[in-house]
């Protein structure tokens, strides 16, 4: 079997289709010849990678044989594993710049060949690491200084010995791996590349294509048919392919389930957080409170209604700015406004983000076929961060662009400051650095504001990133604690059974009852249009991470004694220790119902002085 993987790798190197410089000279794409200068460069890496795997195949069942040939063997796991995250990046990045073009889609797959080349050369070190037990590997650490760096990652492995397999099982998961990710591959393609897009006729006379970029620009129009017109037209291309989402998302959610049965744990949930050792207090804490809170959410929605003008809130009444704003924020602007709004964080901070804005690691501006949504790739160690952006130049861009190069900034800091092995974060404190820069930019855009037209403005859409991030992503961690319980037990699921379950949990948040928000039922298949749910229990972190943000932030910019200091900390200290305990020494406690109610009480005091402004105009 290896010797057939091995000769499989190195075929598929030979077929990399011709290589193609693309934008290299647009200042708005990114710049990906700093990953790959040539085609001959991408070869070249791509085989040594293939070659150094049955090297590191060689390693097994020889890590205790003496403390040279263990760190022989960690440090090329770890030079492997670096290299192939470059070749991966680079794949997906190409193909994420136009998703129809089959040039992009070979090379990732090509690519993935080479990752699961990795996973099963690499898949007898955690079994092994396990039999040598803690004496043993804390023997060998003392006796060579320098592996000292991977302290932390064999405490995660030996922490973890009752769910892991033995060496035929780990080769087994390794080998399946795959086999296993068709599920969110489809849903890719489908909604990114082939789903044809339905066009509206709006009431000016034109006509629009309304596809993922479309909608989430057209959402926000302040003419209340075109809105419906557009929400009818969008979700109901989303309601055709029902049955098929409704396929792809229950295989995702087996394919979790069956891993966590063969890891021996309790249930899916409690496998996902395992990863990161979180508590389940964590999660069920933030979903308790969401809950609990539903009162202010309503408030805030009644408001909305009361400032559009409107007797009744429909769903597609959600995203339009509270305040009416021409104002537009090309990317220069938006850029220049995120640089100032980080002052607070340090020259150095500044300094770092401003090289990085002017040369060229951001992809700006949405084109036909490009991945929709927003994202930022940090994992290659040797280079720099890449963004993926789709800026609208409206002031919802401005926060994510704030947002993206939080986790950016978290990135640069991380590998600067930690070897490779440790400067990978997880998401728990990932999205404490993105919502923390969004805090601090809509702080400094409520000081910049020359009336009180534009503090409503910046009001209103610091309401709306509590409510969408905190509120929603908890909706949607509801939600996916809810379909993964049913799977783990065994229960199958339909599309038009999760928009039932998705339409119950929409409606109960959005106060459908009370007549706080009417949702259709049409809108109801919108858990289908969310990618984060083929990653399982991801979203749940930006709940977690929007209050521990607003926490690190409003004492940021009280100028508390060292707090930024252990913020920044947690920033550098990438993935070099557990994420719930290095944010609790900074400070705060997700496990406890604080961050939370603190986020609540930010909310309504934002509410009472909207409420304030309004009442000087009556």
């Known amino acids: 079997m290896k010797i057939f993987a091995r000769i499989s790798l190195i075929t598929l190197l030979a077929a990399v289709p011709a290589w193609s410089l693309g934008a290299e000279s647009d200042p708005d794409r990114w710049n990906l010849l700093d990953l790959y200068a040539t085609q001959a460069d991408w070869d070249r890496d791509a085989l040594k ?126 080998q399946f791996g795959m086999a296993t990710n068709a599920a969110g591959s489809v849903y890719s393609t489908l909604s990114d590349a082939d789903m044809p897009w339905p066009s509206v006729k709006l009431s000016d006379g034109s006509e629009v294509l309304v596809d993922q970029s479309a909608y989430e620009r057209l959402r926000v129009l302040s003419n209340r048919t075109d809105r419906k017109r557009v929400f009818d037209a969008f979700w109901g291309k989303w309601k055709e392919f029902e049955r098929t989402y409704g396929v792809t998302l229950y295989q995702q959610l087996k394919r979790d389930s069956v891993y966590a049965k063969v890891r021996h744990y309790p249930d899916s949930l409690t496998q996902a957080l395992d990863a990161n050792k979180l508590p389940r207090s964590v999660y069920d804490t933030m979903v308790e409170q969401a809950n609990a809170n539903l009162p202010t959410l309503h408030r805030y929605f009644s408001l909305r209604a009361k400032m559009l003008g409107l007797t009744e809130l429909r769903y597609y009444d959600v995203y339009p700015p509270l305040v009416a704003s021409d104002l537009r924020y ?24 401003e090289l990085g804005t002017r040369s060229r690691w ?100 610091q309401l709306e990133n509590l409510r969408g991030t905190f509120f929603r992503q908890a909706m949607f961690a509801d939600f996916e604690r809810e379909l993964h319980a049913r799977v783990d037990r065994g229960e199958s699921l339909t599309g038009e059974a999760i928009s039932t379950i998705y339409g119950d949990i ?22 289908a249009f969310v990618p984060h749910f083929y990653n399982r229990f991801y979203v ?79």
């Not at 995250?85 to 073009?101: F, H, M």
């Not at 440790?422 to 009336?451: G, Q």
């Not at 929409?506 to 858990?527: A, F, M, N, P, S």
């Open 49 to 174: 990678l293939a070659q150094q795997l049955p090297a590191l195949a060689q390693c097994s069942g020889h890590l205790a044989d003496s403390v040279g040939r263990f760190k022989t063997c960690m440090d090329l796991n770890a030079e492997v594993l670096k290299r192939s995250i470059r070749l991966g990046a680079y794949a997906s990045q190409t193909n994420d710049e136009d998703t129809g073009l089959p040039r992009g889609q070979d090379l990732k797959q090509r690519a993935d060949v080479l990752s699961s080349g990795v996973d099963e050369a690499s898949s007898f070190f955690n079994p092994e690491i396990l039999h040598m037990g803690r004496v043993k590997v804390d023997s060998l650490l003392r006796q060579d200084k320098s592996l000292a760096i991977y302290r932390h990652p064999l405490d995660d492995i030996l922490r973890t010995a009752a769910h892991t397999l033995d060496r035929k099982g780990e080769e087994l998961i390794a």
């Open 330 to 353: 090309p990317i220069a602007l938006s850029t220049q406004l995120m640089l100032d709004a980080v002052k607070p964080l340090g020259e150095d901070y500044v300094h770092a983000l």
């Open 362 to 461: 951001m992809d700006v501006y949405p084109r036909p076929k490009k991945r929709s949504g927003a994202y930022m790739n940090g994992a290659v160690y040797d280079v720099h961060p890449y963004l993926l952006l789709n800026h609208n130049d409206d002031y919802e861009s401005v926060s994510t662009l704030a947002h993206e190069w939080g986790h950016a900034m978290h990135s640069y800091l991380a590998n600067r400051a930690q070897p490779f092995v440790t400067a990978d974060y997880p998401t728990f404190t990932a999205e404490i650095a993105s919502t923390t820069n969004e805090v601090l930019l809509l702080d400094h855009m409520l000081k910049i504001a020359r009336n009180d037209d534009q503090r409503l403005v910046y009001l209103g859409s």
């Open 540 to 618: 749940f972190q930006y709940a977690t991470s929007i209050a521990a943000g607003n926490m690190f932030a409003s004492q940021i910019l009280q100028d508390q004694s060292g707090v930024r200091q252990r913020y920044l900390n947690i920033l550098r200290a990438g993935g070099s220790r557990y994420p719930y305990e290095l944010v609790k020494e900074a400070g705060v406690d997700l496990a406890t119902p604080a961050p939370y109610q603190a986020l609540v009480a930010r909310m309504n005091a934002i509410m009472d002085q909207i409420e304030s402004i309004l009442a000087t105009r009556h």
């Open 506 to 527: 929409l409606k109960r948040y959005h106060g459908d009852k009370q007549g706080v928000v009417k949702i259709d039922d049409l809108y109801t298949v919108e858990w």
